[in-house]
């Protein structure tokens, strides 16, 4: 298949979603932000052999701030506390930690 051909093919699956809610913001700004963080840990392995400076540190931290706030706002607009979350992800943790089952795939493990 050429991609011309997928193109006008593909297409035919596409339809237009609104998405004119208050979540998809900070769910776009988290993705963003995420791989932000990620593409700075990626130059950390290609370009320093994978070591971490202080600038590397200062970036990442400030990053991470912002992941953290594209997180909350998603939290606040499911009406979440971010104790909550963070509690029930420590329990899921635990229990597969004690159930042997800490690596390996699927949500529901």
Not at 72 to 84: A, G, K, M, P, V
Request: aromatic share 8%.
């Amino acid at each position: 298949m050429d991609f011309k051909r997928y193109q006008t093919e593909s297409r035919k699956t596409w339809s237009l979603v609104h998405t004119d809610h208050s979540i998809v913001y900070p769910t776009l700004g988290l993705v963003n932000e995420a791989g932000e963080v990620a593409g700075k840990i990626k130059k950390v392995f290609r370009d320093k052999e994978g070591v971490i400076s202080d600038a590397d540190r200062a970036a990442l931290k400030s990053e991470l701030g912002d992941v953290l706030w594209y997180l909350t706002q998603i939290c606040t607009e499911l009406d979440l506390s971010l104790e909550e979350v963070a509690e029930q992800n420590i329990e899921k943790l635990f229990d597969r930690l004690e159930r042997g089952v800490i690596r390996g795939d699927g949500d529901i493990r």
